[in-house]
Structures are given as structure tokens and as C-alpha cells.
Nanobody
Framework: QVQLVESGGGLVQAGGSLSVSCAAS????????MGWYRQAPGNPRELVTS???????YYADSVKGRFTISRDNAKNTVYLQMNSLKPEDTAVYYC?????????WGKGTLVTVSS
């Protein structure tokens, strides 16, 4: 089993910055992919960014150039730095770990960007 615990998030004004982190524990494989999804009210959950153990990353077009994902493999922790935040970034952000075709989720942390 894998457990994911998120921290960070909160309220910020448009144009501001915020960071969230996620610590994973349990049976984590070397090829596990970690990332962040988000879900705004009335919208489906969407992939924001992901990072492979080797450092390769993916970003959704909507956050490219503004968000940065990083990973500390020794701590099994993934970080998301969010800059130039927009009101449309408001959502619950969920940490995700994927391995062997299985998805594990954190409970989510709310990020609110005021205009």
C-alpha cells in the first residue's frame, strides 16, 4: 500500500506564488511516477504535471512556464511550485503516484487564487 500526504496550499492573490508538497510512504517502486492533478468545482479532475524518477517531466499547457515540479527520490517527496497564479488555477490539488498501472491519491489540498 502507498500513502500520500499533501501539505501547503491556501489562499493567494492573482499573480502570487504558492507551493505544495506531497510525501509518499509505503511500497514505492523505483519506476513510480508522481504528479499533481487538480479539480475545480463542476470540472473533471485533470492532470497538471508529472515527474518520473529520472527527472523527466510533463506539464499541461495551461501551466507551462508558471508551475515547476520537482522530486526528492530519497524522501519520496514531490514538490509543486506555482508562480504567476491565476484565478482559473483555483482547485483542489491532488497528489498522485502511479506504479504497476495502479493510481494512488492524496486527500487533496485547496488552492484558492483571488482576483
Amino acid at each position: 500500500q502507498v500513502q500520500l500526504v499533501e501539505s501547503g496550499g491556501g489562499l493567494v492573490q492573482a499573480g502570487g506564488s504558492l507551493s505544495v508538497s506531497c510525501a509518499a510512504s509505503g511500497s514505492i517502486l523505483n519506476d513510480a511516477v508522481m504528479g499533481w492533478y487538480r479539480q475545480a468545482p463542476g470540472n473533471p479532475r485533470e492532470l497538471v504535471t508529472s515527474i518520473f524518477r529520472g527527472g523527466s517531466t510533463y506539464y499541461a499547457d495551461s501551466v507551462k512556464g508558471r508551475f515547476t515540479i520537482s522530486r526528492d527520490n530519497a524522501k519520496n517527496t514531490v514538490y509543486l511550485q506555482m508562480n504567476s497564479l491565476k484565478p482559473e488555477d483555483t482547485a483542489v490539488y491532488y497528489c498522485n503516484l502511479r506504479q504497476y498501472g495502479l493510481n494512488y491519491w492524496g486527500k487533496g489540498t485547496l488552492v484558492t487564487v483571488s482576483s
